[in-house]
């Protein structure tokens, strides 16, 4: 939708929570439903972390990548469908977005991003707690994150690729200035595009635990499902992972 002039940060909040809790706009709203979408500028991607960038897995698949190279990516739709209070995420590509320009504000709630191959690590020094809860007993750790990013990139045949750490908040909405780079008179697919790839890394704070730094690669097409890929060339980018 459009509303053709700026709106308040109190008026801003009250459409967001519209959007988000599905109530109609002429709907007086209660104070625990307004909701404050998170800036996009506030989504640090492309930026290398200080802390280590781990990957969990099971020891099977850890010795499989270091040795043949094998790596699975997964997908929106992959996490979507997948039965797992850690793994799966239901609301995985699906996001409110509100979007600040010159001619107004435009929001909506948005399906997008299913054309991403993704990769979910742990940013900070993994346990064995925090790896029994994903079912997993071992891990990698990626050294060189934009390398690592790149090589897989020319393994998948992806023409673009980010990376980042995500951010956790009650709700998953998210505040994008577009400019006039926005047609406020057709809606399309492309109306998901006023806020750009941060909103890919925004998730509900029950998952802040798994504290994910989460990898991106755009492809030509939707994909679905998880798929194992040759990244042998990606393998100097790693190291083991060594548990206390």
Not at 79 to 106: C, Q, R, W
Not at 129 to 142: A, H, L, N, P, S
Not at 228 to 239: G, L, M, N
Request: net charge positive; with cysteine; aromatic share 14%.
């Amino acid at each position: 939708m459009w509303i053709e002039r700026k709106l308040s940060k109190f008026e801003l909040q009250g459409l967001c929570g519209a959007l988000v809790h599905d109530t109609k706009f002429d709907q007086q709203l209660k104070p625990w439903q307004f909701v404050k979408p998170v800036p996009e500028r506030r989504f640090k991607l492309g930026k290398i972390p200080q802390e280590p960038i781990v990957k969990l897995s099971k020891r099977i698949h850890v010795e499989n990548f270091f040795r043949t190279g094998s790596l699975q990516l997964g997908s929106f739709d992959y996490y979507n469908s997948y039965d797992h209070p850690e793994i799966g995420d239901i609301e995985e590509g699906l996001v409110t977005l509100l979007a600040k320009t010159p001619f107004g504000v435009m929001g909506g709630k948005y399906g997008s991003g299913y054309n991403n191959r993704m990769f979910c690590t742990y940013l900070g020094n993994a346990d064995r707690k925090t790896m029994q809860r994903f079912g997993y007993d071992d891990g990698f750790v990626i050294t060189h994150p934009a390398q690592f990013a790149e090589a897989i990139a020319e393994s998948v045949g992806a023409r673009s690729f980010t990376f980042g750490q995500c951010l956790y908040r009650p709700h998953k909405a998210v505040l994008g200035f577009p400019g006039s780079d926005v047609d406020r008179h057709q809606l399309s697919h492309r109306s998901g595009e006023i806020v750009k790839a941060g909103k890919y890394f925004i998730k509900r704070d029950r998952y802040s635990h798994q504290r994910e730094f989460r990898f991106l690669w755009e492809l030509p097409e939707d994909v679905s499902g998880a798929e194992i890929f040759d990244c042998s060339s990606a393998r100097q980018y790693c190291k083991p992972l060594f548990l206390s």
